[in-house]
């Protein structure tokens, strides 16, 4: 039987450029989404899948984290540490700092990038990567277009139409995963994970991935924070109005 994982770790760090004008001013995880940060959302969906302590990894205007979060109680979080880097380590410089600050150094945790909402089972994600004997299990989401594409008629290439934003035959990282807790030291110092400890883990055949067939989101431009606040109004799963920093949606 699989162990349930009990604490997980949060990259909150980042700028994201991209999104200004929301991250002139605050981190990219406090980015309001249907008028609540990212941030929040992620902290109820660890809390309604039974995730306790959960650390969070800060940079960029981490005090606006600290101050919104708080000692995470009112999330459903039971303990929240805070791992603030004194420059930029980026994401798997960040990670492995951060997971100094984890309440159980030997036990294993999720990951999550700060700029992704998502509904989907955590209970199945730590099931499988403990069946699977992984180091690391990827949720992996369908990859959707962000463009029309078009139907063609392939013997005289007349369009018979166009399909806006479809899902193609390809799965790409979901921006959460399951750590197994020796993993961390192969992590860089510096430098992102995803490119260098994953990889040699693919090679190693201990890299393993999880198909989500559930909501999921990333949050990486400002049409991306529009189209997000939209699909979570029309789903219902809008934060209650506790959890807003601002009272319009994006």
């Known amino acids: 039987m699989t162990a349930q994982v009990r604490q997980a770790l949060i990259l909150a760090g980042g700028q994201a450029t991209r999104m200004r004008p929301y991250t002139d001013d605050a981190p990219k995880a406090m980015v309001p989404v249907a008028g609540a940060p990212i941030i929040g959302y992620q902290l109820r969906w660890l809390a309604e899948h039974g995730v306790e302590s959960v650390t969070i990894s800060g940079g960029y205007k981490a005090g606006m984290i600290t101050e919104y979060v708080g000692?995470?109680?009112?999330?459903?979080?039971?303990?929240?540490?805070?791992?603030?880097?004194?420059?930029?380590?980026?994401?798997?410089?960040?990670?492995?700092?951060?997971?100094?600050?984890?309440?159980?150094?030997?036990?294993?945790?999720?990951?999550?990038?700060?700029?992704?909402?998502?509904?989907?089972?955590?209970?199945?994600?730590?099931?499988?990567?403990?069946?699977?004997?992984?180091?690391?299990?990827?949720?992996?989401?369908?990859?959707?277009?962000?463009?029309?594409?078009?139907?063609?008629?392939?013997?005289?290439?007349?369009?018979?139409?166009?399909?806006?934003?479809?899902?193609l035959p390809y799965w790409i990282n979901a921006g959460v995963y399951v750590l197994q807790p020796d993993v961390v030291a192969l992590l860089p110092d510096r430098g992102d994970h995803e490119d260098s400890t994953f990889p040699q883990l693919a090679k190693e055949g201990r890299l393993f991935g999880h198909r989500l067939s559930d909501y999921w989101r990333g949050i990486d431009t400002v049409k991306d924070v529009i189209e997000a606040s939209r699909e979570l109004t029309k789903l219902g799963h809008v934060l209650p109005g506790e959890f807003h920093t601002t009272d319009q949606s994006a």
């Open 71 to 167: 000692s995470g109680s009112r999330f459903g979080i039971a303990s929240v540490e805070y791992a603030i880097e004194d420059e930029p380590l980026g994401r798997g410089g960040g990670l492995k700092y951060a997971a100094g600050h984890l309440a159980d150094a030997k036990a294993p945790f999720f990951v999550l990038n700060g700029d992704v909402i998502t509904t989907f089972s955590l209970a199945a994600l730590a099931e499988e990567h403990g069946r699977l004997g992984a180091a690391v299990t990827v949720a992996l989401s369908p990859y959707r277009s962000n463009w029309g594409v078009a139907d063609l008629d392939e013997k005289d290439g007349r369009i018979r139409g166009f399909v806006q934003s479809p899902e």
